[in-house]
């Protein structure tokens, strides 16, 4: 069994910031990516951030310079501090984590986590 759990979204200003929290936990040998992703009204869900086991990462054009993803390995927990929040920004925001369990790569979903930027 593998739980993944967000927490941290809310409502906020244009302008405002939020962090975003996500901890795997459960059965597994290690976590290879752990990502964050979004999904607007009518939308399709679309990659925002990810931070690879080694500490590399990938942005999403939208959210560069403004959006900062990092892990804590020890805590099996990856984080998105959010600045400059935009109305745009408003979506439920998922948890993607991959990792290795059983000799095998899975990947798991978090329940998701929504984020309101409205004045």
């Known amino acids: 069994q593998v739980h993944v759990v967000e927490s941290g979204g809310g409502l906020v200003q244009p302008g405002g910031s939020l962090r975003l929290s996500c901890a795997a936990s459960?059965?597994?040998?290690?976590?290879?990516?752990m990502g964050w992703y979004r999904q607007a009204l009518g939308n399709e869900r679309d990659m925002v951030a990810r931070i690879r086991n080694g500490g590399s990462t990938d942005y999403a054009d939208s959210v560069k310079g403004r959006f900062a993803i990092s892990r804590d390995n020890a805590k099996n927990t990856v984080y998105l501090q959010m600045n400059n929040l935009r109305p745009e920004d408003t979506a439920l925001y998922y948890c993607l984590v991959n990792l290795r369990r059983l000799g095998s790569d899975f990947n798991y979903w978090g329940q998701g986590t929504q984020v309101t930027v409205s004045s």
């Open positions: 459960g059965d597994f040998a290690s976590i290879n990516v």
